[in-house]
């Protein structure tokens, strides 16, 4: 069905499926409280905060507390697990968070906190990162639903996409002229455009196939 130069750019990708004492904490929507729980503040032995939701520090005592490793990079950004994200709000969130964890905040915090802080501003960055660039987004989308390619791994792709490549890569690399470059760009951005179309319609057939596997839990 997605097959042809889009199917094998898919392949190419892997996408192709077989501190703060006061602060207050950031609101959250609905999503992001699934599955609330909330582990005892390792400083003052106190309920804590959910493991879900953007009260990074402890209700009692204020103390920074460990990030959560299971979180998903969609729910920590505050966005909507798609392939489309508004890269402006995606950019507010990352700065919003910045402000409540960034290891300058911290310096005349305990080490525990110190080494907290570190762990969440990584993590924050990494998310940014990941959720920012449509190829690496796309790649953390098929990851959350099951599909992940190994390092290296080039899914045979076959030689007429190669040859195809290569042609794009002399072009531009011979390209002197504006008109030159836009023609690259334009051959460029209609694969993008249809490998983000396929990427919608694999997340319709990730929704189906979920209610599949909620049908044979038995009752």
């Not at 791994?153 to 504006?178: C, G, P």
């Not at 983000?196 to 839990?217: A, C, G, H, P, Q």
Request: with cysteine.
């Amino acid at each position: 069905m997605w097959g042809g130069r889009t199917g094998a750019l898919l392949r190419a990708w892997g996408l192709w499926p077989a501190g703060v004492r006061g602060r207050r904490p950031l609101g959250c929507n609905a999503a992001s409280l699934a599955g609330n729980n909330s582990p005892q503040c390792w400083n003052c032995g106190g309920p804590g905060v959910p493991k879900r939701g953007d009260g990074f520090f402890c209700p009692q005592c204020r103390a920074l507390q460990p990030p959560d490793l299971t979180r998903d990079y969609f729910s920590l950004m505050d966005c909507n697990r798609a392939f489309g994200v508004d890269t402006a709000k995606l950019q507010n969130r990352y700065q919003q968070l910045q402000r409540l964890v960034h290891p300058d905040f911290f310096s005349q915090r305990s080490q525990t906190e110190k080494d907290f802080s570190e762990k969440h501003a990584t993590l924050v960055n990494d998310a940014y990162k990941t959720l920012l660039a449509p190829l690496s987004r796309g790649l953390y989308l098929l990851k959350l639903h099951g599909v992940e390619i190994p390092e290296g791994t080039d899914y045979a792709m076959d030689q007429q996409f190669l040859m195809e490549i290569m042609e794009i890569n002399e072009k531009l690399a011979e390209a002197q002229s504006e008109a030159a470059m836009k023609e690259i760009e334009s051959i460029v951005r209609d694969d993008f455009e249809k490998a983000k179309e396929i990427l919608t319609k694999m997340r319709y057939f990730s929704n189906v196939e979920e209610k599949i596997k909620l049908k044979k839990i038995p009752l």
